[in-house]
Nanobody, 122 residues
Framework: QVHLVESGGGLVQAGGSLRLSCAASGSIFSINSMGWYRQAPGKQRELVAAITSGGSTNYADSVKGRFTISRDNAKNTVYLEMNSLKPEDTAVYYC????????????????WGQGTQVTVSS
């Protein structure tokens, strides 16, 4: 079993910054990709940013130049630095870990965090 624990959400004014963290724990051998998704009320969950174990990154067009994803492979932790926040960034942000290999278990797995609320006021 794998647990993803997120932290760092909150309320911030437009133009401000927040940093999200997500730590994966459990009997993990490796994680291929870690990332952040978000879901605003009435909208579908969408990819915000993702990073592979090798450091390759992928960003949604709406956050390019404002958000930076990074990762500490030794700690199985992913970070999302969010700058120049806009009211439209308001959503529940979910951590995702994909392509997880567990010790002594065949196959790969995908897990989600419980979500953390980010609210940007105008």
């Amino acid at each position: 079993q794998v647990h993803l624990v997120e932290s760092g959400g909150g309320l911030v004014q437009a133009g401000g910054s927040l940093r999200l963290s997500c730590a994966a724990s459990g009997s993990i051998f490796s994680i291929n990709s870690m990332g952040w998704y978000r879901q605003a009320p009435g909208k579908q969950r969408e990819l915000v940013a993702a990073i592979t174990s090798g450091g390759s990154t992928n960003y949604a067009d709406s956050v390019k130049g404002r958000f930076t994803i990074s990762r500490d492979n030794a700690k199985n932790t992913v970070y999302l630095e969010m700058n120049s926040l806009k009211p439209e960034d308001t959503a529940v942000y979910y951590c995702n870990a994909d392509g997880i290999r567990l010790r002594g278990v065949a196959g790969t797995y995908r897990y989600w965090g419980q979500g953390t609320q980010v609210t940007v006021s105008s």
